[in-house]
């Protein structure tokens, strides 16, 4: 079971924006601003997308952005390409004795 | 821009000693946290632990009586040893560079499957 709950999939259509959310606790999401998304193509490393909660690396599309209220981050997509169709995984710095949490990911299909 | 490279044995028996190294390339060695990363097949990530360019190390408390990560700052290289490894340790294993300011990882390796034989 992982640290942090993602959905299991989620899909749209081309074109169309969707959200991904992150559940953590007040030991990780809830107390720091240290949530991270990640992109993950089959066979690939993956990615960094997003950085303390809402920053995007140079390079990554402004299609991408990250939020967070409370517990829960969450990623979202707009104007989705096909392209996108691939796994996202969230991570968080925790103040457990862990350093940092991944949730479980999350498949994103393009219709 | 920095790289970074796995490379080990990609078959280790059962009970016997995982080890992996990985070399950073095109970054200064004392910028980040150099971590290690798992995959199981078909399964999510989990976080192993890392070392900073002092040699201080922190790890995931579910292996961290099993995990050792040790560094050599001249050859820009970090290694990962798991001991006593099962079944449930075949994985492809990332090394990765850890941002210290904002906990992302910002690069990766391409990643190195080891499977656990029996």
């Known amino acids: 079971q992982s640290a942090l709950t993602q959905p299991a999939s989620v899909s749209g259509s081309p074109g169309q924006s969707i959200t991904i959310s992150c559940i953590g606790t007040s030991s990780d999401v809830g107390n720091y601003d240290y949530v991270s998304w990640y992109q993950q193509h089959p066979g690939k490393a993956p990615r960094l997308m997003i950085y303390e909660v809402t920053n995007r690396p140079s390079g990554v599309s402004n299609r991408f952005s990250g939020s967070k209220s409370g517990n829960t981050a969450s990623l979202t997509i707009s104007g989705l390409q096909a392209e996108d169709e691939a796994d996202y995984y969230c991570s968080s710095f925790t103040s457990d004795r862990a350093l940092v949490v991944f949730g479980g990911g999350t498949t994103l299909t393009v219709l | 821009q920095v790289q970074l490279q796995e490379s080990g044995p990609g078959l280790v028996k059962a009970s016997e000693t995982l080890s992996l190294t990985c070399t950073v390339s095109?970054?200064?060695?004392?910028?980040?946290?150099w971590s290690w990363i798992r995959q199981p097949p078909g399964k999510g990530l989990e976080w192993i632990g890392y070392i900073y360019y002092t040699g201080s190390t922190k790890y995931n408390p579910s292996l961290k009586s099993r995990v050792i990560i040790s560094g050599d700052t001249s050859k820009k290289e970090f290694s990962l040893k798991l001991s006593s490894v099962t079944a449930a340790d075949t994985a492809v294993y990332y090394c990765?560079?850890?941002?210290?300011?904002?906990?992302?990882?910002?690069?990766w390796g391409q990643g190195t499957l080891v499977t656990v034989s029996s």
């Open positions: 990765a560079s850890l941002s210290g300011n904002s906990y992302g990882l910002d690069y």
């Open positions: 095109g970054g200064s060695i004392s910028t980040y946290y």
